[in-house]
């Protein structure tokens, strides 16, 4: 765990580099620049991530652990967000209103350029993040999936519809003007109409469901926040 001067110095760093990202894209992005606005020597980067492809991983993990943080608030105050087409209705809004999760669920190629091809970025692809199968395996358990599905069942369908909706904003016509909210409904429509159970859950699954998963997600979380600040060892 850092201490409070290595955190706002990590931290510092990290938005330092978020900005670069943005306004530059990731190819014309160097660690000798990000140290000179950052205020920091080179070296003192590299202290805390062992290379740029890590850096702009931990940027990202940064915003997915907001992201979790946000879904985990959203399930301690109504239960019922815990129903996987409300989860994911409010994965899709809270990673499209952080941009660089934004940019790599929208694969764009102008901000990330080659870092869609690196490793470094799966972790913020996978499956822990969209739906893990712990967390599957509650809703089925609290029958707040359809019956007949297994966890597993949805490892193709799950990502292909969701990553869809991600995947499609640069193919959109312009003509249709649908807000972020507007298309989160229509994500959760479709979610709640192929994946979900044919008759409500009681208030009780649905609280017992959300108690297991809010551990689940703050284990996720925790995972995120220890890649993203954790110092590389030598």
Do not use: C, N
């Not at 140290?35 to 997915?64: C, D, I, M, N, P």
């Not at 192929?194 to 009681?202: D, H, L």
């Amino acid at each position: 765990m850092l201490d409070d001067d290595r955190l706002a110095r990590a931290d510092r760093i990290l938005d330092t580099a978020k900005d670069l990202l943005l306004r530059w894209g990731y190819r014309r992005v160097s660690i000798d620049e990000i140290a000179k606005r950052a205020g920091v020597g080179k070296g003192t980067v590299y202290l805390h991530w062992r290379s740029r492809e890590q850096l702009f991983f931990a940027v990202g993990a940064r915003e997915a652990v907001e992201m979790i943080d946000a879904v985990v608030a959203a399930m301690r105050a109504d239960p019922t967000e815990v129903a996987l087409h409300r989860y994911m209705r409010r994965f899709f809004v809270e990673a499209m209103r952080r941009p660089v999760l934004r940019a790599i669920f929208t694969r764009d190629a102008e901000t990330l350029g080659a870092f869609l091809a690196s490793p470094a970025r799966r972790p913020l692809e996978g499956a822990k993040l969209l739906a893990s199968h712990d967390y599957l395996a509650v809703l089925a358990e609290y029958g707040l999936l359809r019956e007949d599905l297994r966890p597993e069942d949805l490892d193709y369908p799950l990502p292909t519809i969701v990553f869809g909706f991600f995947g499609v904003e640069p193919l959109l016509p312009p003509h249709l003007d649908l807000d972020l909210e507007a298309k989160a409904e229509h994500l959760a429509d479709i979610l709640r109409r192929v994946f979900g159970p044919a008759a409500e859950p009681s208030a009780t699954a649905y609280t017992g469901a959300a108690s297991r998963a809010i551990t689940i997600f703050g284990r996720l979380g925790r995972d995120f926040r220890d890649a993203a600040y954790t110092t590389p060892e030598r």
